[in-house]
């Protein structure tokens, strides 16, 4: 039992990080820039329009980021967890080396 415990403590730790280290390359990395532009361009700025705004949330982003991986946990557990453990490894390195 306690078993089953920490590796449901384990699977929310990977994918709060892994949900974390997504919202990051969606909101803040150059190399989703050019998409981040193309939102903007089409839509107009944040301000004036909801698509755009949602590229910029990060309370937004991680809601539909933590939906996807509680449901690809469900369907695809063996996929999502390798996709889910790369980006918390990627968000663990990102934090550690940051200064």
Known sequence: MADRAAD???GLLVDGLASYRLVKLVRDDRITEPARDAVQERNGPPE???VSYLMTCPWCLSIYFGAVLTLGRLRWPRAT??????????ALTGLVTQH
């Open 8 to 10: 449901r403590l384990a």
């Open 81 to 90: 967890n390798v996709v889910a453990r790369t980006f918390a490894l990627s």
């Open 48 to 50: 004036q329009s909801k």
